[in-house]
């Protein structure tokens, strides 16, 4: 069985043991650390918007920030990244 950091490489679309560089010591501010820690939950766009009286558009946009600040080609590999640095 794979473990987190062979799930997060294949989720970025790459095989394992392939690298990608990405951003070293980023730090997220709190909404980023409240919507990432909320995707963990399963969190849809809307209740996240619901949680912190933000539009669902501004959800979207966020989420969307985020993966292509680590590099991810969805939801599930930013979880993954996020698991990996510890933001959760």
Not at 11 to 35: C, D, K, M
Request: glycine content about 12%; aromatic content about 6%; cysteine-free.
């Amino acid at each position: 069985m794979w473990g987190v950091t062979a799930a997060a490489t294949v989720a970025r679309g790459q095989e394992p043991g392939e690298r990608q560089s990405f951003r070293e010591g980023v730090r997220l501010n709190e909404r980023q650390t409240l919507i990432v820690g909320m995707l963990a939950e399963g969190a849809s766009d809307t209740q996240i918007a619901r949680r912190l009286y933000i539009g669902q558009r501004t959800v979207q946009r966020e989420v969307a920030a985020l993966m292509a600040l680590v590099g991810a080609a969805s939801r599930f590999a930013l979880g993954a990244e996020a698991a990996l640095r510890g933001w959760l």
